[in-house]
């Protein structure tokens, strides 16, 4: 019987684990098959408090890791598989075990939609990139492309005119879906330019962005487009599949919060892009998975 379940373990999950042991609450840590969430996907990270020359992701994570484990929460590296809140204590399942908590807290992140090209994968943190608040001054001056045409694709685009040159938006329609506010200032943006109609073929370059090889809808021409960075901005995807039908998620599948980390279940708590959103920023999940584990204490005292 632990004290609480902390499940996942990037930015929310390691910080929600270092508040909830170093309270004394016994701990147990569900972080996944592939710790550390998405800063294990990028390359520098100079937006963390307390790195003032910047800090690779997967260092962050390792140093985050190392303070988590001082404490003396126990893990185990496999996936949480089912979840059952329909009565306490709290079941998770994860490998072939069921492990029962007095409280949980829900950190699974979300993760970006890609295109699924090869040539994506390769150069992820070599000039593709998914979070323009991540990386846009390291573009500055440049040329970048940004792929898609809901309000993600022209809040990236906006983000990036501030740093590059020029900024593309790919479209594979003749409209965009983004808010009428946003499609305004995009529209009104100097720097930013729409390429309608056409789809990503391919991210050219062999050791960083290059360029894209496009292709038209309706033509099905193909045509090459050079750029420095190529951002995919066609949406996010909560990691909250287990969790349907056991507390409350919205369309888009992200958890529910109530004041703050409490969902519609008592004594289970959210913190992180499962449930954010809007900022989806290591900082913004850290604080969050501090403020569960302190709702987790003081529920456990209660």
């Not at 056991?246 to 958890?255: R, S, T």
């Not at 959210?270 to 999940?285: P, W």
Request: glycine share 10%.
């Amino acid at each position: 019987m632990y004290d609480t379940i902390i499940i996942g373990s990037g930015p929310a999950g390691l910080t929600a684990t270092t508040y909830a042991s170093r309270a004394k609450l016994k701990t147990l840590v569900v972080a996944g098959a592939k710790w550390g969430g998405q800063l294990m996907l990028t390359t520098e990270v100079e937006n963390f408090p307390g790195f003032k020359e910047g800090i690779l992701g997967p260092d962050l994570m390792d140093n985050m890791w190392k303070q988590a484990k001082r404490f003396g929460a126990e893990t185990i590296f496999e996936d949480a598989t089912a979840v059952d809140f329909s009565s306490k204590p709290f079941k998770v399942t994860a490998g072939n075990k069921v492990y029962e908590g007095k409280t949980v807290i829900i950190a699974t992140g979300a993760s970006a939609k890609w295109l699924g090209l090869e040539s994506e994968k390769r150069l992820r943190g070599r000039g593709v990139s998914v979070c323009a608040t991540c990386d846009a001054a390291f573009f500055k001056d440049k040329k970048v492309a940004v792929v898609g045409g809901g309000d993600t694709a022209i809040e990236e685009a906006l983000a990036l005119s501030k740093f590059a040159r020029e900024v593309k938006v790919i479209h594979r329609r003749d409209k965009l879906r983004a808010s009428k506010i946003l499609q305004e200032r995009a529209f009104n943006d100097p720097k930013i330019e729409f390429i309608w109609n056409s789809t990503v073929q391919e991210i050219l370059g062999k050791d960083r962005v290059e360029g894209v090889r496009l292709r038209k809808v309706d033509s099905n021409k193909e045509f090459e487009l050079a750029c420095d960075a190529v951002f995919i901005a066609i949406g996010w995807k909560p990691e909250t599949e287990i969790f349907k039908g056991q507390i409350e998620l919205d369309q888009a599948g992200y958890v529910v919060a109530k004041d703050t980390t409490k969902t519609n279940v008592e004594g289970v708590f959210v913190a992180g892009d499962a449930q954010d959103y809007r900022y989806r920023q290591a900082i913004t999940a850290a604080g969050a998975g501090c403020m569960a584990a302190l709702d987790a204490e003081k529920y456990l005292e209660a």
